[in-house]
């Protein structure tokens, strides 16, 4: 399909909005932790909005695209496009934005355009109340890390910590074979599909273990900067991952600090470490850890499995992950397995 196509057929849907909504199945509940959003069937809608940072209109057209060929109808929010400095819109417009889209019925999942910055400006302000009453799946990493968090503290609604509509091919056909594999991970995840990921670098610094729990986590600098609020994580029995990029070794090993001293790592059941994209330090002001030394240091009190490299994080192979959900963690020395339950 191409732009001009998807533009015209965007416009049908828009005018269709006013139809009614498909019936569904209540929400199903795993146990008392695990509660999951209705996952999606053909001709369900996908909202797409930007609670963080701008995207231009022509910049989701092919995840747009790419959605509706897998079955789903789209509805941009009207953040799209617009742009406050480096914003999606003002506060008060992605709050507004984001806030319908958890109060429309006919939305069945949010898709969150891009990160960068912006969601924790607007968190405190939204109504909840819907969405609780009538969960449906929120997509998104990085920034949107804050609304992963912010509902699996608050209400135990798993979501989709995954690439978002700034990371799609614009050229499906030619994309990179790594690259569609992690897309078409997203379409998995919505549709319920078993999920099952393998770390399959040696490592010999993993600390081999199994373990099973609820899956939480996101990007390591946003749940630091959520410690002490609402949207704090609670990871007690959990399973952890996180990610960064752009961060000094000096920085990362204070975020470690920050999981440490506050609990995060006493109660684990396992420990999932993705991408580091480590900024390099300068000559003269040499860390002298690397991110293995700095995980093992603040972890080595504690018996639970420890895996690095695992594919998610701001790198092309960044899996969709049910947050919120029951996996199991498989690590041994040779990598590790992450499989949903």
Sequence with gaps: MNRKTFVQSSMTLLAAAGMPAIARAHVSTADSKEMIPP??????????????????????????????????????????????????????????DLQKMLDDPQVKAIMCARGGYGSVRIVDGLNWDRFKAHPKWVIGFSDITVLHA???????????????????????????????DTIESIRKALTGERMSYTAEAFNSLNRPGTATGILVGGNLKTLETLAGSASDMNTDGKILFVEDTGEYLYSIDRMFWN??????????????????????????????????????????????????????GHQVNNYALRCGTKHQLTVVTGGATLTSI
């Design 259 to 312: 999981l440490k001293r506050t609990g995060k790592l006493a109660r684990l059941a396992g420990l999932i470490v993705g991408g580091m994209k480590i900024k390099q330090d300068p000559l003269d002001e040499q860390f002298g850890k690397n991110i293995y030394d700095i995980v093992l240091e603040k972890t080595k009190e504690y018996r639970y499995p420890v895996c690095f490299d695992f594919p998610v």
């Design 150 to 180: 912010h509902i699996q503290r608050n209400f135990g609604i798993a979501t989709i910590h995954s690439k978002m509509c700034n990371s799609f091919p614009d050229v499906w056909d030619t994309a990179d074979p790594l690259q569609k």
């Design 39 to 96: 996952y999606l069937k053909p001709g369900d809608m996908i909202g797409i909005t930007s609670p963080a940072g701008f995207v231009l209109r022509e910049g989701i057209i092919p995840a747009a695209t790419l959605m509706q060929q897998w079955g789903f109808k789209i509805r941009l929010g009207y953040t799209i496009g617009k742009r406050d400095f480096t914003f999606g819109g003002t506060d008060a417009e992605r709050l507004d």
